[in-house]
């Protein structure tokens, strides 16, 4: 069982920077699909980014496309969200995922979630 633990979240104006970045321990990291999620006060879960377990593909949704970068490092056990031009609809909890399948766009294809780490743009 893996434990995924997100840090680096925090207030920020818009057009500034942030690196959330999520800690895995318990598994084996590099056999897993990471994804990113935000969920947004009143909102469902919303999908941001996902990468392979290879870190060969990425996936983003359209609405952080050129501005947010997902990667990871296997021998670090480490996923990253670089997020840059940010705005004030970016505000949410983001979430931190581990999915054993290669479904990447759906909350339901991840098996291990982190408890968040608000991030907070002011406009």
């Known amino acids: 069982q893996v434990q995924v633990v997100e840090s680096g979240g925090g207030l920020v104006q818009a057009g500034g920077s942030l690196r959330l970045s999520c800690a895995a321990s318990?598994?084996?990291?590099?056999?897993?699909?990471m994804g990113w999620f935000r969920q947004a006060p009143g909102k469902d879960r919303d999908f941001v980014a996902a990468?392979?377990?290879?870190?060969?593909?990425?996936y983003y949704a359209n609405s952080v496309k050129g501005r947010f970068t997902v990667s990871r490092d296997n021998a670090k056990n480490t996923l990253y969200l670089q997020m840059n031009s940010l705005k004030p609809e970016d505000t949410a909890v983001y979430y931190c995922?581990?999915?054993?399948?290669?479904?990447?766009?759906?909350?339901?294809?991840?098996?291990?979630w982190g408890q968040g780490t608000q991030v907070t743009v002011s406009s």
């Open positions: 995922a581990a999915a054993r399948s290669t479904s990447v766009y759906d909350t339901r294809g991840y098996d291990y």
């Open positions: 990468i392979s377990w290879t870190g060969v593909n990425t």
């Open positions: 318990g598994g084996t990291f590099s056999r897993y699909t």
